[in-house]
């Protein structure tokens, strides 16, 4: 059962321009979900987290839109670095007070490449 | 520096062995938690641990066995039950964002097993 899923697993994008990556998820129970970016044979870092009592947030190059009627977030990165080529993987989790807040879901990862 | 230290890097092991994964963290988190991340399928839980002396097991958790006797440490043993162990193995340790409240994970750089 894939509570989290990424229905794309890879994009290329020019450099300078906006890459845009997707996440659905069928729990409407999550409280927040988060962008991890993933390196060749290291652990993934954190990127940007949302409540879902948000819609939008953002962190410099980096924004996160939340549509809960449609159970979609998705990842804008503007203006694109090669730098940026990585693996990116959507997360979420339960809120402090629901039962369970420790775990957290992952999806299955999008490869971005970023085209110089 | 804080962080999270996973040995070995590579690990080779033979059918029928068990073989325990080191993870240590000095980020004083709670808690910790063990992935296993397979192409095309993202990151999958195997066991989290959310206090000392207490854990609790993810979405694949047969074939694999953990402890927490220490903040510090959660070791992970692959047991010979398990069928695919050939795998690149994660630990990551948690606290919560105080800015959104989500859960945000910090990985170590991971543990390549390969079952010869």
């Known amino acids: 059962d894939q509570q989290v899923k990424q229905n794309s697993p890879s994009l290329s994008v020019q450099e300078g321009r906006i890459s845009i990556l997707n996440c659905d998820y069928t729990n409407s129970m999550f409280d927040y979900f988060l962008w991890y970016k993933k390196y060749p044979a290291e652990g993934p870092t954190f990127l940007i987290s949302?409540?879902?009592?948000?819609d939008k947030n953002e962190d410099g190059r980096f924004t996160v839109f939340l549509n809960k009627s449609a159970k979609h977030l998705s990842l804008h990165i503007v203006p694109s670095q090669p730098g940026d080529s990585a693996v990116y993987f959507c997360a979420a989790n339960y809120g402090l007070l629901s039962g369970g807040y420790q775990k957290v879901t992952f999806g299955t990862g999008t490869k971005l490449q970023v085209i110089p | 520096d804080g962080g999270i230290t996973q040995s070995p890097k590579y690990l080779f092991r033979k059918e029928g062995q068990n073989v325990t994964l080191s993870c240590e963290q000095n980020?004083?988190?709670?808690?910790m938690y063990w992935y296993r991340q397979d192409p095309g399928q993202g990151l999958r839980l195997i066991y989290y641990s959310q206090i000392v002396n207490d854990f609790q097991k993810g979405d694949i958790a047969e074939g694999y066995s953990v402890s927490r006797e220490k903040k510090e440490s959660f070791p992970l043993t692959v047991t010979s039950a398990q069928k695919n162990p050939t795998a690149f193995y994660l630990c990551a340790s948690s606290i919560r964002d105080r800015g959104s409240g989500a859960n945000v994970l910090t990985f170590g750089a991971g543990s390549r097993l390969t079952v010869l």
């Open positions: 949302i409540s879902s009592i948000k």
């Open positions: 980020l004083n988190h709670d808690a």
